[in-house]
């Protein structure tokens, strides 16, 4: 539990609450917590994505190369038109 308080501390600048009363506290709190959590989807997305577009990137890659010699093979005298 300690490594959340430590990040609020941190990357927040979240030291003490601004707001008086326990529900308040509560609710500020919350909205804190819900800010963390979504910095961490938003890491756990990166991360996710930077996997899958090297995965993307080398599916891209081979079909260029096969879309290239399939060009390569092609002579251009074929497209001459001939009336």
Same mark, same amino acid.
């Given at each position: 539990?300690e490594p959340v308080f430590?990040?609020?501390?941190?990357?927040?600048?979240?030291?003490?609450?601004?707001? =008086?009363?326990? !529900?308040?506290? @509560?609710?500020?709190?919350?909205?804190?917590?819900?800010?963390?959590? $979504?910095?961490? /989807?938003?890491?756990? =997305?990166?991360? !996710?994505?930077? @996997?899958?577009?090297?995965?993307?990137?080398?599916?891209?890659?081979? $079909?260029?190369? /096969?879309?290239?010699?399939?060009?390569?093979?092609?002579?251009?005298?074929?497209?001459?038109?001939?009336?």
């Amino acid at each position: 539990m300690e490594p959340v308080f430590g990040f609020m501390k941190a990357i927040l600048g979240f030291t003490r609450m601004s707001v =008086r009363g326990i !529900n308040k506290v @509560k609710r500020e709190l919350g909205f804190v917590l819900m800010a963390l959590n $979504i910095r961490k /989807v938003t890491a756990q =997305r990166a991360e !996710n994505n930077q @996997k899958n577009n090297k995965k993307d990137n080398f599916y891209i890659i081979s $079909i260029e190369i /096969v879309f290239f010699i399939y060009l390569g093979t092609l002579s251009p005298t074929l497209f001459i038109y001939v009336r």
